[in-house]
């Protein structure tokens, strides 16, 4: 396992963006295929994009396709997830985790808010 550290997260108007980083400590993020999660209050965690660990293959869902783009940085050890184009349903919390799947992801980070209203 590794310890996952989310950031980047806060209120934005709709239309806005915002940057959220994925981070850890003592491992190279780049051994991992890293997915971004979300789940906003009442809903089920809906995985929002992944990126692959030796290449930089990454995988968005229609509902983010095209505003979302996830993205590594190997010299900072940190995976990033721009979000464009924000919509109020975009709201919730934002998670990163070692899988694409979330079912056998084994690592997670603590989440960090985004909220998107005017």
């Known amino acids: 396992q590794v310890q996952l550290v989310e950031s980047g997260g806060g209120l934005v108007q709709p239309g806005g963006s915002l940057r959220l980083s994925c981070t850890t400590s003592?491992?190279?993020?780049?051994?991992?295929?890293i997915g971004w999660f979300r789940q906003a209050p009442g809903k089920e965690r809906e995985g929002v994009g992944c990126?692959?660990?030796?290449?930089?293959?990454?995988y968005y869902p229609d509902s983010v396709k095209g505003r979302f783009i996830i993205s590594r940085d190997r010299a900072k050890n940190t995976v990033y997830l721009q979000m464009n184009a924000l919509k109020p349903e975009d709201t919730a919390v934002y998670y990163c985790?070692?899988?694409?799947?979330?079912?056998?992801?084994?690592?997670w980070g603590q989440g960090t808010q985004v909220t998107v209203s005017s």
């Open positions: 003592g491992r190279a993020l780049s051994d991992f295929t």
């Open positions: 985790a070692t899988d694409c799947d979330s079912d056998t992801a084994n690592s």
């Open positions: 990126i692959g660990s030796a290449v930089d293959h990454t």
